[in-house]
């Protein structure tokens, strides 16, 4: 979205306050938001007060390699409290020594559910853990996995270096089993430094300084940390991409440790009963056919769940995962292009998904809370999420596979108004980090595209879109590649005249773009309907008021009356999708179809749902 510069202040909304029945009494209220640590939070979301040093985020964080299943894993958390000290960058980590303040993992340290709520550039956290002696037993290793640390993160077991990695959205893991003692509890510290926007990395939406649609950073550890024991050669990932023919996956895997000439065997089930299966060598692609296929999409989620075994002298390595069958791609329908899922034209009707949370802000307080956001999306009639400028944990992948909502997958963008001072090194690394995106996610069946670049934001140049379409396009064939959303706004303006979608922004719109001889067409945000909602708003941030209504009947009219021309104008247009901004407030916007404590529901969901689903089908038939 672009920036407005202009703030006022907007009216109340008592009828909206008065529709949700907020009969609390104050001392309830303030239960609510108070912290596991006696902290107040600024605003409070319904899970706030339920999370607590012993149930930090304790769902297993990757489902789809689980070991040996995702209901019965075998791992060991690391999620809870840590100890936590904020340092400069010439303080070296020491080792043996506790450090005196306390942080709650995976919660990013400005938030308030960390404990800490505040920023530091640099900061290194200490825990010991005393691992189960199953872990090591018969040759097995011992794996220290995180989900994501912002921004550099060097990870030391026992005083020796086990990892180091820098980028800060995808996961990492390092072999730990070296560097553990026979017995006793083992020490892990983490040094992080976490510049923000204060260097030219990936930072998204976070600023230091956040104001206007830039929002608080979000560093260090804020995703899942956990250990698991594998076999000395053992699988890392597990990809499945359905066939052109949508009767068979094809399978491939990635292996760690000594996985040299190990055997890959899996196994297909649909509804508990085998399906297919495929064995060979763990390094080269497979054919996975499925018996009697039935396809993925938002009307009907129905994901193939699959056994793996990785065998090599005598050693097995046992997995689960999952899958739908779907396939995306471009085709002429009626003359122009269109995007077709399994074959078939598709609208994708999107809300802008930005990922934030007052309590836990990069983080969910709580899986519940994840899959809020995805559910309410679905709800309201939408069949697609644009997950706007931020990588999720794993998880919310996976809700999104299973509740049937596509994704499309927005790169963290660069700070952006730097396009003319980045470096060559600073564009190698946001090359390297896209690609090492892509290679994470290219195995989850909701994203059905990835798009690089917003607005220019961090495009050093208008050929620049075409050269990262053509470098994940060829990492990831088998999706849409949108090289610039918003290619008339803001930064750097120009077609690239790449990828696989034309996309324009216009507010409030809708945009109406045709598709072009080698494109589809949408409009990649519009909208942006302002409602201020007294008592479940950000504290102390200026309010973003372009769209503003003065109510709720007329905000649900506002966007009905947006949909209708989408509805009555898009099909003789040829368009393939629109996204709406967007699903919740955050902080300074108030454009969401909730607050953005997730309290109160803005918008009458039946008419949006009613509109949205018009909206859908007058595509479809056209």
Known sequence: ??????????????????AAGMTMTARAAKDETRVWNGMTAPLATPWTSKVSP???LPEYPRPQLARPSLDHPRWLSLNGLWEFAATDARTEPSFGHPLKNKV???????????????????????RTVDIPSDFTAHGQHVMLNFGAVAQEATVYVNGKQVAKH????????????????????????????????????????????PEGIFYTAASGIWQSVWLEPVAAASLAQLNFTAMPSLDAFTVTAKTQGDADDATLRVTAYADGKPVGEASGPAGKPMRLAIAQPRLWSPTDPFLYTFKATLEKGGQRDEVTSYAGLRTVALAKVGGVNRIVLNGKPTFLLATLDQGYWPDGLHTAPTDAALKFDIQKTKDFGFNTIRKHIKVEPARWYYWADRLGLMVWQDMPALPNGRNDQ??????ARFRADVSAIVEQLKGETSIIGWIPFNEGWGQWSIPAAAELAKQIKELDPSRLVNARSGLNCCDT???PHAGDVYDVHDYQGPGLPSPDATRASMDGEHGGLTLNVPGHVWPNSAINPYGAVKDATALTDGYVANTAV??????AKGMSGAVYTQITDVEGEHNGLYTYDRKIEKMDEAKVRAINEATIRAFEAR
Do not use: W
Request: include cysteine.
């Open 166 to 209: 820098t980028d800060g959205y995808t996961s990492f893991a390092a072999d730990i089993t070296a560097a553990l003692k026979p017995k006793g509890p083992q020490e892990i510290v983490v040094a992080v430094h976490a510049p923000v926007d204060g260097a030219n990395v990936m930072v998204g939406k976070q600023r230091l300084k």
């Open 566 to 571: 989408l509805r009555d104008k898009g099909p």
């Open 54 to 56: 012993k149930n930090a």
């Open 422 to 427: 980045l470096s060559d090194a600073d564009k």
């Open 493 to 495: 303006k120009g077609d």
């Open 1 to 18: 979205m672009t920036n407005r510069t202009k703030v006022m202040k907007l009216g109340t909304c008592m009828g909206i306050l008065l």
């Open 104 to 126: 709650l993992v995976p919660y990013p340290i400005e938030s308030v559910l960390s404990g800490v709520q505040k920023h530091s550039d640099f900061m290194v956290y200490r």
